[in-house]
């Protein structure tokens, strides 16, 4: 878990650094995003995080692209933070994520624009997240709207796609992030070829 004692344990904030590059890493890897697509966070205290900054390559990230941030706060107030904070943020505040992972998995993101939620028919999908909702939003990207709708639909699920967007994964740990976005966008490849066929 990525959390942090801030005078007892320092060891525990440089632990989570070192977790969300191996994580970015592998969604780099694994083509869950873009270049420069996608952000990750954890929670490092009751009402602090730590997130990605903006523009940040999670494929190559290093503990200089990452910032401390406290619950609330927006991209006005942590203008380095990643352009998604006030979605992390509010994720934080109504549901009981201690991690976020928002990555960009193309067939997930394919099925989302054919109006699909993602189903799991295969056996680990079944075993892991069952279902990955889509929604839609006016403004799916850093926007009020984006964070409440997100945070809502994370209440009841383990992750969410925002349609034409990506997904949002919460976990207590970030493997755990990680291992729901992987595990939907198998799915989602599952489903966009009997589909297709």
Not at 37 to 46: D, F, P, T
Not at 138 to 149: V, Y
């Amino acid at each position: 878990m990525c959390r942090r004692v801030a005078s007892q344990q320092p060891d525990k904030f440089m632990d989570a650094k070192k977790v969300i590059i191996t994580v970015g890493r592998a969604l780099w890897e694994e083509g869950l995003v873009t270049s420069h697509g996608g952000n990750i966070s954890c929670r490092i205290a009751e009402n602090r995080i730590l997130i990605t900054k903006t523009g940040t390559k999670l494929g190559f990230l290093s503990e200089k692209d990452l910032i401390e941030v406290p619950i609330p706060s927006t991209k006005e107030d942590f203008p380095q933070a990643s352009s998604e904070l006030i979605v992390h943020s509010t994720i934080y505040q109504l549901t009981d994520a201690q991690c976020v992972v928002h990555a960009h998995p193309p067939f997930t993101v394919t099925l989302s624009l054919m109006n699909m939620d993602i189903e799991a028919l295969d056996t680990e999908g079944k075993l892991t997240y069952r279902r990955c909702p889509v929604i839609e939003v006016n403004k799916p990207h850093a926007s009020w709207e984006l964070a409440q709708s997100v945070a809502e639909a994370l209440k009841n699920n383990q992750i969410v796609c925002v349609k034409g967007h990506g997904t949002f994964a919460k976990g207590k740990t970030l493997d755990k992030a990680l291992f729901y976005t992987s595990a939907v966008e198998f799915s989602a490849k599952l489903l966009f070829n009997l589909k297709v066929k």
